[in-house]
């Protein structure tokens, strides 16, 4: 793990696999797309409007597991100080606040026709919610410090303490009663079994792979951009230094 | 013990020691967390003499409709409260199908303002249900079984 610390070394290895998740990217979003919104049949009580959920599932697949992300960077950063683990909670946490925003959203557009009403305060919406705020609040905080080394430890802190919010959104349907219904998907001992038709489900799953292969694609181009940038402003200070040894103050 | 080393002890002790709080916390509030009392609550505890939500499966049989005017019991298999309520009732709202009602207990009778539909969690084609319905594997409001999903 801690030879990704090097920028170098990762940069080296995203590059290479990049091509391979992009194209994996393109690909599942091709056949998912038309499979989700158009070709899958519609669901015997909700009809046409079960077409929200491929786009809300994958959305609040990717809120949890980019601040899953953020947080286990996060602790990396705090405990070994690699900078390379602090630059990708910073460059996802702009993307899991977009795809949390999207789940709320798409949740209440389903909601209202469904449930009778676009939103309750019951455990499941409330703790998506204050995930979203925790989102914002970590890209705030990152870059409320004019030394920026103190934003990314606080921002980081705050991304720790708010992990405890992930497992609580995972089980609020099981602990509380809700108004959201319960997972779909449910782990035993003889494997992932779902409440879900194969034919609904596929659509799900392929949605899903494509949401996620966009999260890493856009991850490298992010990071690949972040490092130019500090390479960048490396050059120019060491320019400056330069300039300041050759002419004396007088 | 390397700076390191006490860094990463230090952040799981933290967790830990906020998780546990945050237990604690969510435990001693767990009726303001809860969206809805059961009908077997509202009948153990006069929970619903204010306002408050009441949940449950809609009876089968139990609904009557003159207009916009609803009566029907939510039952959660054990106790059952009736419930009446003018206005217009969410698209999902059926017989056997979960409900959530927000309203307050007047002489016995729960009256609600607002009803919300509660949407399971089994999704499947139109065909799919039709033909499990004929083949009496399944009844509305029941989980489906699991040789249907695989």
């Keep these: ?250 | 013990m390397t700076r390191k080393r006490r860094r990463l002890y230090f952040v799981l002790l933290g967790l830990l020691a906020l998780s546990g709080g945050l237990a604690l916390v969510l435990t001693a509030f767990e009726d303001n967390i809860v969206l809805f009392f059961s009908p077997t609550e509202v009948a153990a505890k006069p929970v619903c003499a204010q306002r408050c939500r009441i949940g449950g499966l809609v009876a089968n049989g139990s609904v009557v409709k003159e207009g916009e005017r609803v009566s029907f019991d939510v039952t959660d298999t054990v106790e059952t409260v009736s419930v009446k309520y003018v206005g217009i009732l969410p698209d999902l709202f059926r017989e056997g199908q979960g409900v959530v009602a927000e309203g307050k207990m007047t002489e016995g009778v729960f009256v609600a303002n607002n009803v919300l539909a509660k949407h399971d969690e089994n999704y499947m084609p139109p065909e799919v249900a039709d033909a499990l319905k004929k083949s009496g594997r399944w009844k509305e409001g029941e989980p489906v079984p699991a040789a249907v999903v695989h």
């Design chain 1, 1 to 250: 793990m801690h030879k990704f610390a090097n920028p170098t070394q990762f940069m080296r290895i995203a590059n290479a696999i990049y091509p391979w998740i992009a194209g994996l990217c393109l690909i599942l979003f091709a056949a998912a797309i038309p499979i989700a919104l158009v070709f899958s049949p519609p669901d015997y009580q909700q009809g046409e409007t079960v077409r929200i959920m491929y786009i809300h599932v994958s959305s609040a697949w990717l809120m949890m597991m980019i601040y899953g992300i953020i947080a286990a960077n996060s602790a990396m950063f705090l405990i070994w100080r690699h900078p390379m683990a602090n630059l990708a909670a910073r460059a996802s946490a702009p993307m899991g606040a977009t795809f949390c925003a999207l789940a709320l959203v798409t949740g209440m557009l389903w909601g209202q026709p469904m449930w009778g009403t676009f939103w309750v305060w019951d455990a499941r919406l409330t703790s998506t919610l204050i995930l979203f705020f925790l989102y914002i609040g970590y890209i705030a905080l990152s870059d409320a410090f004019e030394d920026s080394e103190r934003g990314d430890k606080a921002a980081a802190i705050l991304a720790l303490v708010g992990s405890i919010n992930v497992p609580i959104i995972h089980y609020s349907v099981e602990w509380w009663n809700t108004l959201h219904q319960p997972s779909i998907m449910k782990a035993s001992s003889e494997g992932i079994d779902s409440s879900v038709h194969p034919s609904l489900l596929l659509p799900l799953f392929l949605m899903m792979g494509a949401f996620t292969m966009f999260y890493f694609a856009l991850l490298v181009l992010r990071l690949r951009s972040e490092l130019l940038a500090a390479k960048i402003r490396n050059a120019r200070l060491s320019q400056i230094a330069g300039h300041a040894a050759a002419q004396p103050a007088e």
